[in-house]
């Protein structure tokens, strides 16, 4: 028999008699269990994920969100969301286009941040699902009159650093799809060259194919005349056998009436001499 422990005992429930029926009581929620565990819908950002993950940081007016300082994306703040977020193919680009930037370009997102962002192109982004290079930029009307001086520097370095990124990138570009279209000649004339040598292969074969058929007629059109030429021969030397026989039956006529013609003679001769003794 299993034990019983205190959890099953207090599961038990004593018997309710017929004439104390009321309503059943309320079913109490299944926990969850396993990795759904303590699982909330309303999850807030916590802070040892800036440790974990040193590009994202918390959103100050909604704390349900994190904000990724490569892409200038807002997610939701839910590990799986991040380390999702983590492996797209646009975060892996921007990560490799940050750390060209890395010592030019600082990437702010702090408790300043407002609901619409700031682009360095200048536009205007405030779609938490956007993919463009948002950087949190302080309005100018928020800064005091003794750092317009420095933002306007800052936003010189940040021009100019953005344009020489720009150039590197550029380049870059140029190189891939100059190496791309090197590649895509190679292949073409790689296929342009399969190509040929299957068609050469072809008529290689067709025309083995054509000197095997005509070596087969030629070898057919020997073998008849071959035939005929034995039956030539063999009709020609029945016709001699033929013609001779005939030629030897006439010789054997002709001995029998030369010698009917002598016995003949002989005869008369016989009667004459009778004849002539008669008388």
Same mark, same amino acid.
């Given at each position: 028999?299993?034990?019983?422990?205190?959890?099953?005992?207090?599961?038990?429930?004593?018997?309710?008699?017929?004439?104390?029926?009321?309503?059943?009581?309320?079913?109490?929620?299944?926990?969850?269990?396993?990795?759904?565990?303590?699982?909330d819908s309303k999850r807030?950002?916590?802070?040892?994920?800036?440790?974990?993950?040193?590009?994202?940081?918390?959103?100050?007016?909604?704390?349900?969100?994190?904000?990724?300082?490569?892409?200038?994306?807002?997610?939701?703040?839910?590990?799986?969301?991040?380390?999702?977020?983590?492996?797209?193919?646009?975060?892996?680009?921007?990560?490799?286009?940050?750390?060209?930037?890395?010592?030019?370009?600082?990437?702010?997102?702090?408790?300043?941040? %407002?609901?619409?962002? =700031?682009?360095?192109?200048?536009? $205007?982004?405030?779609? +938490? &699902?956007?993919?463009?290079?948002?950087?949190?930029?302080?309005?100018?009307?928020?800064?005091?009159?003794?750092?317009?001086?420095?933002?306007?520097?800052?936003?010189?370095?940040?021009?100019?650093?953005?344009?020489?990124?720009?150039?590197?990138?550029?380049?870059?570009v140029e190189k891939y799809?100059?190496?791309?279209?090197?590649?895509?000649?190679?292949?073409?004339?790689?296929?342009?060259?399969?190509?040929?040598?299957q068609l050469l292969l072809?008529?290689?074969?067709?025309?083995?194919?054509?000197?095997?058929?005509?070596?087969?007629?030629?070898?057919?059109?020997?073998?008849?005349?071959?035939?005929?030429?034995?039956?030539?021969?063999?009709?020609?030397?029945? %016709?001699?056998?033929? =013609?001779?026989?005939?030629?030897? $039956?006439?010789?054997? +006529? &002709?001995?029998?009436?030369?010698?009917?013609?002598?016995?003949?003679?002989?005869?008369?001769?016989?009667?004459?001499?009778?004849?002539?003794?008669?008388?």
């Amino acid at each position: 028999y299993a034990h019983t422990t205190m959890e099953d005992l207090n599961t038990i429930t004593a018997l309710v008699p017929a004439d104390e029926v009321g309503p059943p009581p309320a079913k109490k929620g299944r926990e969850s269990t396993g990795k759904w565990k303590g699982y909330d819908s309303k999850r807030v950002f916590k802070k040892e994920w800036e440790e974990r993950y040193a590009w994202v940081t918390a959103v100050p007016e909604d704390p349900t969100l994190a904000y990724c300082k490569i892409c200038g994306k807002k997610i939701r703040a839910h590990k799986g969301d991040i380390e999702k977020h983590q492996k797209t193919k646009r975060h892996l680009k921007k990560q490799t286009t940050s750390d060209i930037l890395a010592d030019l370009i600082p990437i702010s997102c702090g408790e300043s941040d %407002l609901a619409i962002n =700031e682009n360095l192109d200048g536009t $205007k982004n405030n779609d +938490i &699902e956007s993919n463009g290079d948002a950087r949190v930029v302080p309005p100018q009307a928020q800064v005091a009159d003794g750092q317009q001086q420095i933002i306007y520097f800052t936003e010189s370095a940040v021009d100019s650093a953005h344009q020489a990124a720009n150039s590197v990138i550029d380049k870059l570009v140029e190189k891939y799809h100059q190496r791309r279209l090197d590649n895509l000649k190679i292949e073409h004339e790689a296929i342009l060259q399969l190509y040929k040598d299957q068609l050469l292969l072809s008529q290689r074969e067709t025309q083995s194919k054509v000197e095997a058929d005509s070596e087969k007629a030629q070898y057919e059109r020997d073998e008849h005349e071959a035939r005929l030429r034995f039956m030539q021969e063999e009709h020609n030397a029945r %016709l001699k056998a033929i =013609e001779e026989e005939h030629n030897a $039956k006439l010789r054997a +006529i &002709e001995q029998e009436l030369v010698f009917s013609q002598q016995e003949y003679e002989k005869k008369m001769r016989l009667l004459d001499v009778q004849l002539s003794s008669m008388k």
